[in-house]
């Protein structure tokens, strides 16, 4: 199996499939076509004759049951598209095999090291098949790890007939590391009563929980002056704009927050003295809590025009998604089947809240109930980004253990 999976995904990481989140097209980038039309083509070779891809670039397959008892349909579902804040083109993955716990080199040129200090938990991994990048790039483990686990079970169950399960629908979505993944997903089209993201990190995590999320864009108005003659006339956009920035709280930054705590974050700030723009995201676990981040932000914005003068902060919010909790908690038995599945295979369940969003919270509350499994993968979005190959097989595992659990408890 581990064959199979290195083979996959070295495969799946080799095409650029970057998102943009500047792009008003769907999906954002044409290139995520590339690898939705190859899984399309994987999935009718290994005889699931319904695999397609639609004009959205979302790829629906089914796996029909081998089994007359009454199963509940479950789907299986990952994103072809990598993070816009790193470059996913050219990715030149390096193998280490039966890794010896020290530093690794990922860049000569740039002595750039994977570090024991800085990534500890490298120290887990020692005599296992390590998969890094070369310095230069992200890895693409998130979300081509979870794509080849997918695609590796899928292959099992077809090789190995005997093994009775109900219908399995895998999807494969664009547009996740934007927000928009599955903005034009077809619930009901699916055909899964739930389904299972494999979009998580290190062995063990699973999530029911997330982030409720909203976007913030903060255009400042200045008025620009020649300096020379600038003396209560000015107003300089630059500088109010950190001002803004500075009136939210510094210790509810992501660099100072963890658990269920959630946070402002400023993403981007362009800016002339004549006009500026901040963008923030804004995060809570509770619904109470990222309310009141929201009145926040625009209070600030209304304490910042009567100071400077109405029409100096325009704001624009803009919700992007809830936390699951809500539509997961009633169906808990899924969840209980995931860490019933990973205790089954000797894997102690990390259950914790996701400080960020999956596609899976979205279908939640489109009427898919759909907890989140680990990939795999560290570091996801940079160039420390790394995958152990064990930890996918594992994955793999505990995708083919729910199947099997489902069918059991029939």
């Known amino acids: 199996m581990k064959e199979k999976l290195l083979e996959r995904f070295l495969r799946y990481i080799s095409i650029d499939t970057q998102s943009d989140p500047n792009s008003t097209t769907f999906p954002s980038s044409e290139k995520q076509f590339d690898l939705a039309r190859l899984l399309v083509e994987e999935l009718k070779e290994l005889g699931l004759s319904d695999a397609h891809v639609d004009e959205n670039c979302y790829v629906m397959a089914t796996l029909p049951a081998n089994t007359d008892k009454d ?34 080199l990922l860049n000569k040129d740039k002595d750039m090291y994977l570090t024991v200090k800085d990534f500890p938990e490298l120290s887990k991994y020692v005599g296992q098949t390590i998969i890094t990048t070369d310095g230069t790039t992200l890895l693409g483990a998130d979300d081509k790890a979870g ?31 934007i927000g928009k993944g599955v903005d034009h997903f077809d619930v009901k089209k699916f055909g899964a009563k739930y389904a299972y993201t494999l979009d998580g990190s290190e062995v063990g995590e699973l999530e029911f929980e997330n982030f409720n999320a909203a976007y913030a864009k903060v255009k400042v108005q200045g008025r620009n002056v020649h300096p020379g003659y600038a003396k209560y006339k000015m107003k300089n956009a630059i500088i109010i704009g950190s001002e803004f920035n500075d009136m939210l709280p510094v210790f509810e930054r992501p660099e100072f927050t963890e658990h269920y705590e959630g946070f402002f974050h400023i993403i981007k700030f362009d800016g002339t003295v004549e006009e500026s723009t901040i963008q923030y995201i804004i995060r809570d676990h509770d619904r109470k809590k990222f309310e009141r981040r929201k009145e926040q932000i625009q209070e600030v914005a209304d304490f910042m025009n009567k100071k400077y003068g109405e029409g100096t902060i325009i704001l624009e919010m803009k919700d992007q998604y809830y936390n699951m909790r809500e539509k997961v908690e009633p169906e808990y038995h899924i969840v209980a089947i995931a860490e019933q599945a990973m205790k089954d295979l000797g894997i102690k369940p990390h259950i914790k809240p996701i400080r960020g969003g999956t596609d899976g919270s979205r279908l ?9 499994i680990f990939a795999g993968g560290h570091n996801f979005h940079g160039k420390y980004e790394f995958v152990p190959l064990e930890s996918m097989e594992k994955a793999t595992s505990v995708i083919l253990k729910i199947i099997n659990l489902y069918y059991e408890k029939a």
């Open 364 to 372: 939640s509350y489109m009427g898919l109930p759909c907890p989140n």
């Open 71 to 104: 199963i509940p349909v479950i789907g299986f579902v990952a994103h072809v598209d990598t993070s816009p804040d790193m470059d996913g083109k050219d990715i030149k993955p390096q193998i280490i095999k039966n890794y010896d716990g020290k530093d690794i």
């Open 147 to 177: 794509i080849a686990e997918i695609m590796t079970a899928i292959e099992y169950l077809v090789k190995n007939p005997d093994i009775k399960h109900g219908t399995i629908k895998i999807g494969f979505t664009p547009d996740e590391e």
